[in-house]
């Protein structure tokens, strides 16, 4: 009898999270949707770990969902969970997920959310320093061992939704949908493919030595973010965030 949380993450911090709880194995869902891995059948205990985006869930959690969780035999479920990361307010992103899964039949017992650094370029205005990881981080630990505990003992807490929730989960799924990317790789870029292969999307590919960017970016910023070479450049953009989870722990590929 698994307990699993099936996690999407760019940046890493959502992997950070379902890593601080007790008892259960984080899959990333790449790796579920690619046959490495697998979320057993005798498994009672599911939780979901993602990001917050545009006050909503992101489009890959979405997506496996609708796709992969929609055509699985889910009836020996018996404990499922949600936790999302965001840089400051979940808003209605967890009532989302609870409808998401109530669409497919799967009843959500518990939800928390825990606030981790931001990388979201546009909308930043300072860079993420060293310094200011560790504060928040230090603040997520806390909260991250309440919401253990509050899993261990299979508490129920169920999201509610809010004044703005009907609207978000309208706007959301457009908001941050695949597309077009300001995102380019500069002359610094030495064809190493590490983005290629931590890109959520597939949306990388290496060309004639150099990084080349496709029609299908959901702008989660983990490409720019890891490059060791620093070599990816987006307008405004001040910094890496580099994360607090190894890189090769988020290659999907
Ligand atoms: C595309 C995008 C949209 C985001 N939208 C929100 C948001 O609406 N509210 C919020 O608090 N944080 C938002 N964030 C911040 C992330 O939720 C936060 O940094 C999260 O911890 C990243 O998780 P990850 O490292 O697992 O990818 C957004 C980040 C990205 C990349
Ligand atoms: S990770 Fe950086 S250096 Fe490596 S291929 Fe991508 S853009 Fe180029
Ligand atoms: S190309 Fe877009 S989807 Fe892929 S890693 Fe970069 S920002 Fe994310």
Known sequence: MGKIIAVYTATGNSLYAARKIEGYRPILIEKILSGE???????????????VYCWGVPYPMRRFIREYMAGRDNSRLKYVFAIATSASTPLSTLADMERELADIGIALAYSASVRMPDAYLPLQKK????????????????????????????????????????????????????EKT??????????????ERICPM???????????????????????????????????AIGQYHGIVPTEDLIRR
């Open 37 to 51: 891995e697998t979320i057993p059948d005798d498994t009672e205990s599911l939780g979901f770990a993602f990001p």
């Open 127 to 178: 860079a993420v320093t060293e310094e200011k990881t560790r504060t928040i981080i230090g603040k997520a630990d806390e909260d991250l061992a309440a919401i253990s505990s509050a899993i261990a003992d299979e508490s129920v807490s169920i999201p509610t939704r809010g004044p703005l929730y009907h609207v978000m989960r309208r706007i959301s799924p457009y908001a941050i949908k695949p």
């Open 182 to 195: 300001k995102l380019r790789a500069s002359d610094r870029c030495i064809g190493c493919s590490l983005c």
């Open 202 to 236: 597939g949306n990388i590919s290496i060309k004639d030595g150099k990084a080349v960017f496709g029609d299908e970016c959901i702008s989660c910023f983990a490409c720019y973010h890891r490059c060791p070479e620093s070599a990816i450049e987006y307008p405004g």
